[in-house]
């Protein structure tokens, strides 16, 4: 979550219930490698621009799909998100470990919210 958090910093957390959370809070995620800690980017329902490669479908989170429809002839869908499922996002996308690559994560793994979360050096936009 650099450059907004640090590793090892202290900040104070509350129990996240599903009801309470909305797109741009910073969460603490449960998962089988101890927790992680990123930003909810798209809530249930919400549509993911996505790109056909090959097979498979790749996100376009962070990339101006626009510019690569002028320039190719690729196949685009906008797909949404599950019920009671998150996409989360780390604030360094060049870098981040998250929903790009493991997908969605059921809002039941979010264990806890950021009390005082920091705003982003630049706006939140997760398209």
Request: hydrophobic residues 35%; glycine residues 6%.
């Amino acid at each position: 979550m650099e450059p907004t958090y640090s590793n090892q910093s202290f900040e104070w957390t509350s129990p996240a219930r599903p009801s309470d959370l909305k797109r741009g809070d910073v969460v603490v995620i449960r998962t089988e490698n101890g927790p992680i800690v990123k930003r909810i980017a798209y809530m249930p329902g919400d549509k993911i621009k996505q790109i056909k490669s090959g097979r498979s479908w790749l996100d376009l989170v962070g990339v101006c799909a626009r510019s690569y429809k002028n320039r190719t002839r690729n196949v685009y869908r906008d797909n949404p998100v599950p019920a009671a499922m998150v996409y989360v996002l780390g604030d360094n996308l060049a870098v981040s470990l998250d929903s790009r690559s493991f997908g969605c994560i059921p809002i039941e793994r979010i264990e806890r919210k950021l009390v005082d979360q920091r705003p982003l050096t630049r706006p939140f936009d997760p398209s």
